[in-house]
């Protein structure tokens, strides 16, 4: 059964870190695509960043890159570091699994994942 949990949310200042950390199971981590999303009220869910171990492969939306950092220890965890922190950054933060595409990269939208953990909640304060 293929699961994953996100960990690490948090309120933090502007200008802060967190670090997530998303565990997985039922599955060979570094076969799939795994990326990280958020959802802000009101709001439809958006991608973060994302990542394939395998190829290496890491992509980053516009609004985080030179900011946030994904990793992973090839093994059963992907990680989101976090750095300068903005208040418009909070949100529900979620991973998923997803197929990885052809050229061994990531997708790009919420709907090419096949599995999600529940969540976890990141406050940016001003």
């Known amino acids: 059964e293929v699961q994953l949990v996100e960990s690490g949310g948090g309120l933090v200042q502007a200008g802060g870190s967190l670090r997530l950390s998303c565990r997985a199971s039922?599955?060979?981590?570094?076969?799939?695509?795994i990326g990280w999303f958020r959802q802000a009220p009101g709001k439809e869910r958006e991608g973060v960043s994302r990542?394939?171990?395998?190829?290496?492969?890491t992509s980053y939306a516009d609004s985080v890159r030179g900011r946030f950092t994904i990793s992973t220890d090839h093994a059963n965890t992907v990680y989101l570091q976090m750095d300068s922190l903005k208040p418009e950054g909070t949100a529900v933060y979620y991973c998923?699994?997803?197929?990885?595409?052809?050229?061994?990269?990531?997708?790009?939208?919420?709907?090419?994942?096949?599995?999600w953990g529940r969540g976890t909640q990141v406050t940016v304060s001003s």
């Open positions: 990542i394939v171990g395998s190829t290496g492969s």
């Open positions: 998923a699994q997803g197929r990885k595409l052809e050229m061994g990269i990531a997708p790009r939208h919420p709907y090419e994942y096949d599995y």
């Open positions: 039922g599955f060979t981590l570094d076969d799939y695509a």
